[in-house]
């Protein structure tokens, strides 16, 4: 298992586009394929929308309306921070009245770590602890929203066109003349058959439609096109001998954090909302399901002093996570196995079959249940606490060098798919058949003690 | 159209329109007004301190494969939100990208993300987009270079590229080779120790803040004066008053001053015309010479600057001067008949304009639709058609007359009317 010091001490194999060697942690396992996966053969889907510092999980939906941000947090435009609102008392114009509250509250942000206020930018206090601040609108919208309008119309034409053109070339034997004409012509081929099956008798053909709209759009859409300017405006003088007061002067990262505005001043960085986070979900590549984390564990427990030639235990644990009685059987891997080019020691590994007990959640209240009896041999098996077994394997390292003693093997076991769809017309009631999964392991131990 | 998105009234999603530059990538939706996110084009590789650039075009394929993987993995995931199997991809890029590069992207696209089909567009012919004119000059100020090309009536001028590696690179090389030359630092036990003697090297992040808050661009009479000073070896050229040093605050302690002298004068490299006589603004000229002489006019008075290095202050104003100055110079004074230039201010800034072109472009699902190379045509073929392959697009006789028709490839760089 992985654990986060060392991450990196049990590697499983997987057998995707490239082999790729990774820790327990990072796989994932497809349950109708009977496979490892890793993160780099599986598509990545967006699941949900949440906000990081409300937790808020907002449908996909809205989350497409507010552009990924959420509604109620802020982000501090310094510092990245995320705001809080403050409440302050503003004496209200009232004489004094014992019984009624002069004091109106106020609102504004601030951050907690660069000390930034709503009120830097000139961002009046609001009456409402939430929903009343804005951000700025882009001034330059009404233009691009007319650009893109008058582009649309532009489109449209073209499609037409093409779509007149795609219809006509289909005939083009036909003199251009008729072309116009042969609309009852055009009936018989294409497009035009299946639209008088459905309409019979209105007027049909894309032809003629294109040549009415043609002659009613009257209301185009025609925009001015962008006018240059000959001057530009120059520096101001003073520019030269203002001396900078560098705090007033926005990063490259904070202007860059507000595309449509950019500021270079930091009098006008107005706070955004907060960008939401996604959770992801894995679906494998080939069968199209979603994924489940791999269970099934190997542990390294304790290694002795690991020296050169001579051969060591090393007690491993192992796993049981399902509730049903596990088999397992490791095998060594043979000489010119092609999967086996990290190992640089011997092992020997029990050839007997282990048996590991289901898990069984009751078990640590359970001071009643008789211990399950398994015929365990001393040699092998070292310890069996409910679902976990330790066993023994010998090490003899085989080659003199700075690096980590590495060992590989293979580990069988049965896995049994619950998740299957039940076959109805089955009579009796046999469960679910175990398929035999064979993975590949590889240990790091370590170095070589001298 | 923006006002029925929310109502989920049916038909195409928007597209994603992705703007992948050497230094920043600008992402978002088709539609909308501006890019969602500017980000750094790098990844951070879990082991290591210092990030990786994302757009490089020497390393090989396998590690540049998964270099794109993971960016763009984040910027699906991470900024973007989307299944990115349920939208098309409009991907803004230069024309002089590598076809190994682009390659790649359209593989990491369609293998990995599955998306349904993939358009690229030049980033100068979309810029006249967001305009509404038909022929421009556009000038794209980047990171690695600045690259000129001209646009006439909405179809490039292939021939009559200009390029130039003056860009951001060279101007954090400029300045950080004079930080390290003229600059001092003052840290909590010492004061006025040279640079590298505190910090070993300063990063380009930093180099690049430094540029961004403290220098500009001076006027033309200003900065020929510079000029004059720099190059004059008598010393008897007077060089104008330095603006005021900035005392620059690096990782907490320690204090650069930066001297005045170099705010106004890094960016002079700019202009200087080297030994080939070239500058930013002589590329101007250089393509105007190229283009055909009845192009010139509306070229000259559609100059069009796009690019995050043109958005320094007083680069526009100081372009034009140059501009205008060199074309009373006997090089281009009978060569160019054309003596009025105009710029125009697209509504965007200068490093989102070619985004924004992309996303008005892109908001016209059925055109984006017919000239995008779909999934179905690369599984089929296994490449992504450019303009620079001689192979010419599959005949039409291979698909029957009745099914849709194939990509109109041919047109993939100009927008019909």
Redesign the interface.
């Known amino acids: 298992m992985a654990s986060l010091l060392q991450p990196d001490r049990v590697l499983y194999l997987v057998h995707g586009e490239k082999k790729i060697r990774s820790s327990l942690s990072t796989l994932y396992f497809c349950r109708y394929c009977s496979e490892l996966r890793s993160l780099e053969c599986v598509?990545?889907?967006?699941d949900s929308?949440y906000c990081p510092s409300c937790l808020e999980n907002m449908p996909s939906?809205e989350?497409?309306?507010k552009?990924?941000r959420c509604a109620n947090c802020f982000d501090c435009p310094c510092c990245m921070h995320t705001l809080s609102t403050r409440a302050t008392n503003i004496p209200a114009p009232l004489p004094d009245d014992p019984s009624k509250t002069a004091m109106k509250k106020a609102y504004y942000l601030a951050c907690g770590f660069c000390r930034w206020t709503s009120r830097d930018v000139g961002m009046a206090d609001k009456s409402v602890a939430s929903g009343g601040w804005q951000e700025p609108d882009?001034p330059?919208?009404q233009?691009?929203?007319k650009?893109?309008e008058?582009?649309?119309q532009?489109?449209q034409?073209?499609?037409l066109e093409?779509d007149r053109k795609?219809l006509a070339?289909?005939r083009p034997y036909m003199p251009l003349a008729f072309s116009q004409h042969t609309i009852h012509v055009v009936e018989k081929y294409?497009l035009g058959t299946r639209l008088q099956r459905q309409r019979p008798g209105a007027p049909i053909t894309s032809l003629a439609g294109l040549s009415l709209k043609e002659g009613e759009d009257q209301k185009e859409i025609n925009?001015?096109?962008?006018?240059?300017?000959?001057?530009?405006?120059?520096?101001p003088e003073d520019?030269?001998?203002?001396?900078?007061n560098?705090p007033e002067?926005?990063?490259?990262?904070q202007?860059?954090l507000q595309?449509?505005f950019?500021p270079?001043g930091a009098s006008q960085l107005h706070p955004k909302h907060k960008?939401?986070?996604?959770k992801?979900s894995l679906r494998c590549r080939k069968c199209e399901h979603n994924l489940m984390l791999y269970y099934f564990s190997v542990r390294i427990m304790s290694i002795p002093n690991l020296r050169f030639q001579k051969e060591c235990q090393v007690l491993l644990t192992l796993t049981n996570p399902v509730e049903s009685i596990t088999h397992v059987t490791l095998v060594g891997c043979e000489e010119g196995d092609p999967e086996d080019i990290n190992s640089t020691a011997k092992v020997m590994v029990p050839t007997k079959e282990l048996v590991l007990a289901g898990k069984d959640a009751a078990a640590d209240y359970d001071e009643l249940a008789e211990p399950q009896d398994f015929q365990d041999d001393p040699d092998v098996v070292a310890f069996r606490k409910s679902n976990k077994i330790g066993f023994f394997i010998k090490v003899v390292p085989q080659r003199e060098e700075d690096g980590d003693v590495t060992v590989s093997f293979k580990i069988r076991h049965d896995f049994r798919n619950l998740a299957a769809p039940i076959r109805p017309s089955e009579e009796d009631d046999a469960p679910t058949e175990a398929i035999w999964l064979t993975h590949h392991v590889e240990l790091s131990l370590g170095p070589l003690v001298a | 159209m923006p006002l029925f998105e929310g109502l989920g009234s049916g038909g195409e999603k928007t597209a994603v329109v992705i703007d992948l530059g050497a230094a920043y990538t600008k992402c978002g939706f088709a539609g909308e007004t501006g890019p969602r996110f500017i980000i750094p084009s790098e990844i951070q590789k879990p082991g290591q301190q210092q990030s990786i650039k994302v757009v490089q075009y020497n390393i090989n394929t396998e590690e540049l494969y998964s270099n794109l993987k993971e960016f763009i993995h984040t910027l699906y995931f991470r900024h973007l939100l989307v299944n990115p199997r349920d939208r098309r991809v409009l991907i803004i890029e230069s024309i002089l990208c590598p076809s190994h590069f682009r390659e790649t992207l359209t593989k990491v696209f369609f293998k990995q993300f599955e998306v349904p089909s993939v358009l690229f567009a030049p980033s100068h012919l979309m810029s006249i987009m967001s305009l509404g004119i038909n022929s421009g000059l556009v000038m794209d100020c980047g990171y690695t270079e600045t690259l000129v090309l001209p646009v006439y009536e909405c179809i490039p001028i292939l021939s009559a590229w200009e390029a130039l590696p003056l860009g951001g690179k060279a101007i954090h090389k400029e300045l950080d080779g004079l930080l390290v030359e003229q600059c001092t630092v003052d840290s909590d036990s010492s004061t006025g120790q040279s640079l590298p003697t505190v910090i070993g090297s300063i990063p380009e992040e930093v180099v690049e803040d430094i540029k961004v808050r403290t220098c500009f661009v001076s006027d033309l009479k200003r900065g020929l004066k510079i000029q004059e000073a720099k190059f004059n070896l008598e010393g008897t050229a007077e060089r104008p008053t330095p603006p005021p040093d900035v005392d620059y605050p690096l990782d907490g302690e320690k204090i650069l001053h930066i001297k005045g002298t170099i705010r106004d004068s890094v960016m002079e490299m700019l202009f200087e015309q080297d030994n080939e006589e070239k500058s930013v603004a002589t590329l101007v000229l250089d393509t105007l010479v190229k283009c055909p002489i009845d192009t010139r006019k509306a070229l000259s008075e559609n100059l069009v600057i796009i690019g995050g290095t043109a958005m320094l202050p007083g680069f526009l104003h100081r372009l034009l001067a140059e501009i205008r100055l060199l074309v009373d110079k006997p090089k281009y004074r009978d060569a160019l008949a054309t003596k009025s230039f105009r710029l125009h201010s697209p509504p965007a800034k200068p490093n989102c304009t070619a985004w924004l072109g992309g996303a008005i472009f892109g908001a016209l699902q059925d055109i984006l639709g017919s000239r995008s190379v779909s999934r179905d045509y690369y599984n089929q073929t296994g490449r992504i058609p450019d303009w620079c392959c001689l192979s010419s697009p599959l005949p039409e006789s291979v698909y029957d007359a009745g099914k849709t028709p194939p990509p109109l490839m041919k047109r993939a760089f100009s927008t019909e009317k």
Do not use: C, F
Request: aromatic share 6%; hydrophobic share 35%; glycine share 2%.
């Open positions: 598509s990545h889907e967006v929308h939906a989350a497409k309306l552009k990924n882009n330059h919208t233009r691009i929203n650009l893109i008058y582009y649309q532009l489109a034409r073209e499609k093409r795609k070339r289909r294409g925009i001015e096109p962008a006018q240059a300017l000959d001057e530009v405006e120059p520096l520019y030269y001998t203002r001396p900078i560098l002067v926005t990063s490259l990262r202007r860059l595309p449509d950019q270079a960008h939401l986070l996604i992801r």
